[in-house]
């Protein structure tokens, strides 16, 4: 795959560990990105939303991360229940990180780069995943009427094809390592929506 791209849902309602708990951090994550599979193989470039507490501090942020290093930006300047654009795509060998905005385009007009430094690794592939700090059982990325979304009806998550196309992509889950995480992937996975089934918010 040489790119993906695709508008995530920034949320701050739901519960998430306190600041009491884990050092005064605790974080959920809701990325796209491009990993390598390959077993023992751990290059990855992905950029999503972060709401974490940090210190005392709750706030949603932007990340970004690729194989070595890894941002974070726009904290506590995102908006509630509004799609934010991100993109990642192939060009002169490296792989380009970038976060588009609200306009709902990826035009570069519109899109900052975040990072550049990753070389293209082999064998890659798209995925797109919600996460929870490891030791943080709470509920987290919003309840069955109101879920965490990736991708919306009038914006597929899309793959980069070698023809430099992005048709929207057929998506295999890998399911939920937490019984009350639920994924849920509709148009073959065009968009996807997580919840968890203890939240009311």
Same mark, same amino acid.
């Given at each position: 795959?040489? &790119?993906?791209r695709?508008?995530?849902?920034?949320?701050?309602?739901?519960a998430l560990c =306190?600041?009491?708990?884990?050092g @005064? #951090?605790?974080d959920?994550?809701?990325?796209i990105?491009?990993?390598?599979?390959n077993?023992g193989?751990?290059?990855?470039v992905?950029?999503g939303?972060?709401?974490l507490?940090?210190?005392s501090t709750r706030?949603?942020?932007?990340f970004?991360e690729n194989s070595?290093?890894?941002?974070?930006?726009?904290?506590n300047?995102?908006?509630?229940?509004?799609d934010?654009y991100?993109?990642?795509?192939?060009?002169?060998?490296?792989?380009v990180?970038?976060?588009c &905005?609200?306009?709902?385009?990826?035009?570069?007009?519109?899109?900052?780069?975040?990072? =550049?430094t990753?070389?293209?690794f @082999? #064998?890659p592939?798209?995925?797109?995943e919600a996460?929870?700090h490891w030791?943080?059982d709470l509920?987290?990325?919003?309840?069955?009427?109101?879920k965490?979304?990736?991708g919306i009806?009038?914006?597929f998550?899309?793959g980069?094809?070698?023809?430099?196309?992005?048709?929207?992509?057929?998506?295999?889950?890998?399911?939920?390592?937490?019984?009350?995480?639920i994924?849920?992937e509709?148009n073959q996975g065009?968009?996807?929506?997580?919840?968890?089934?203890?939240?009311?918010?």
């Amino acid at each position: 795959m040489d &790119g993906v791209r695709a508008p995530i849902e920034n949320r701050t309602d739901g519960a998430l560990c =306190d600041s009491s708990q884990f050092g @005064g #951090n605790s974080d959920d994550v809701t990325w796209i990105g491009i990993v390598c599979p390959n077993v023992g193989c751990t290059n990855i470039v992905q950029i999503g939303i972060r709401r974490l507490w940090d210190g005392s501090t709750r706030r949603e942020c932007i990340f970004w991360e690729n194989s070595t290093t890894q941002g974070v930006f726009n904290c506590n300047n995102l908006s509630d229940d509004t799609d934010y654009y991100f993109k990642i795509h192939v060009f002169n060998g490296k792989y380009v990180i970038s976060s588009c &905005g609200t306009s709902g385009s990826y035009d570069p007009s519109v899109c900052a780069v975040k990072d =550049d430094t990753q070389g293209v690794f @082999g #064998n890659p592939a798209g995925q797109i995943e919600a996460e929870v700090h490891w030791s943080c059982d709470l509920h987290i990325f919003g309840n069955s009427t109101d879920k965490q979304n990736v991708g919306i009806p009038t914006s597929f998550i899309q793959g980069l094809n070698d023809s430099g196309n992005w048709p929207a992509r057929t998506w295999n889950s890998q399911g939920s390592q937490c019984s009350h995480y639920i994924q849920s992937e509709h148009n073959q996975g065009e968009t996807i929506q997580f919840y968890d089934t203890r939240n009311t918010q």
